[in-house]
């Protein structure tokens, strides 16, 4: 079943293991002791190498996961009576179990719409416009995710006009960054560039997809926000004692420019992959890819047989069909691994089966999504 369990896979980027970096500024911080729940060095240099990458004064708090880092930042922004708009697709929506409501003791998330993953001005305004009355969720954030579910990017004119229309409509604007690293490496820009000042007022900026074991960083660039936020983290468990076994991996993949050379990696090599499947009969493309994910459907007989040789993918994120992640350590002969043996099942399915057997069609969401003018 799972001849291919010790090799590389394409399934997730949070199949990789730890960075050397990350692992060595570990290594690092186990040496003697250190004051514990966050008031240690370390943590206070890798908060200091975030203000330095962001080019500002942002306060930073480091969490677990990214659906923590999600809800806590949205419950700072939002009252129980309140809303946030986002993409239908948005992992706040479809990925974190209701977290952002939870912990914010029942914000309602309002779904928004937009081509290739991407929440447009135009839908944060139909659904801002729709109702204003006392008996609707006031709306009070805007969310949107860099780089997107289906492994798209907001460009920075797109975040500009984003930034405005929330400022014009009196929004917070609130990034999901589990992959902004991927983001930043695809656009070429500074990171300041597409957060505070494109008018991102919190960025939870991923780190365990870049190369760290466990940790995301809360970033607050409108400091006004981050007021107690320090309690939220301790309440909902967040807050680790032993704070430097989370805080000082970022330092070694912070410096010397690692956390964007895990990103090219991976990006580059999710360009390789779609290249190579390129032309193939029977595949087809869902999403542009620029950063790490491509997003494809297959003819079902086609998905059983890579499954059967152990390969591993999701069929359900974003908006459906296959979807394959590379990472920081991706290699090149897993991704020429991958398209060997789709072409493979492809060749072997194709004469397996009857005549005409065509591409499993996308269905319901994909349709729309897939179909969208891009
Ligand atoms: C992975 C991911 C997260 C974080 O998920 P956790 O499993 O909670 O760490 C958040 N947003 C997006 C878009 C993701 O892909």
Not at 155 to 183: I, S, V, W, Y
């Amino acid at each position: 079943m799972d001849a291919r369990i010790d090799t590389q896979q394409l399934a997730s980027d949070n199949y990789a293991g730890i960075c050397p970096e990350a692992f060595d500024s570990l290594l690092l911080a186990n040496e003697g002791h250190a004051v514990a729940y966050g008031q240690d060095a370390w943590s206070q240099q890798a908060k200091q190498a975030l203000r330095d990458i962001f080019e500002t004064d942002c306060e930073v708090h480091f969490v677990f996961n990214g659906t923590a880092a999600n809800s806590l930042a949205l419950s700072a922004i939002c009252q129980s009576y309140h809303s946030v708009i986002c993409h239908e697709l948005a992992h706040i929506e479809t990925d974190e179990c209701g977290g952002p409501e939870f912990f914010s003791n029942g914000s309602k998330l309002l779904l928004g719409e937009g081509a290739d993953g991407k929440l447009t001005p135009a839908s944060v305004e139909a659904i801002f416009g729709r109702r204003s009355d006392i008996h609707y969720p006031k709306p009070q954030a805007v969310s949107i995710t860099q780089a997107t579910e289906v492994g798209t990017v907001y460009t920075p004119d797109e975040l500009a006009a984003l930034g405005a229309c929330a400022r014009r409509l009196d929004l917070h604007l609130h990034m999901d960054g589990a992959r902004f690293a991927n983001a930043v490496a695809a656009l070429g820009v500074r990171p300041r560039e597409i957060s505070w000042q494109a008018g991102i007022d919190v960025l939870c900026f991923g780190g365990t997809k870049n190369g760290l074991a466990i940790g995301e960083a809360v970033v607050f660039f409108n400091r006004e926000l981050a007021r107690d936020f320090a309690y939220r983290c301790k309440q909902a468990g967040q807050l680790a004692s032993k704070m430097r076994f989370v805080s000082a991996p970022w330092l070694g993949l912070l410096a010397n420019g690692t956390w964007l050379r895990n990103a090219r990696h991976a990006n580059a090599l999710a360009r390789q992959l779609v290249e190579g499947l390129e032309d193939l009969p029977g595949v087809q493309q869902l999403f542009p890819v620029e950063a790490n994910s491509v997003f494809i459907t297959l003819p079902e007989s086609v998905i059983a047989a890579l499954r059967q040789q152990g390969w591993r993918f999701y069929t359900f994120i974003g908006a459906g069909g296959v979807r394959l992640m590379t990472s920081w350590s991706t290699s090149e002969s897993a991704v020429h691994a991958f398209i060997s043996a789709l072409r493979r099942a492809l060749a072997e399915t194709a004469q397996g089966q009857p005549p005409g057997e065509r591409t499993q069609p996308p269905r319901g969401l994909l349709v729309r999504l897939a179909r969208s003018a891009r």
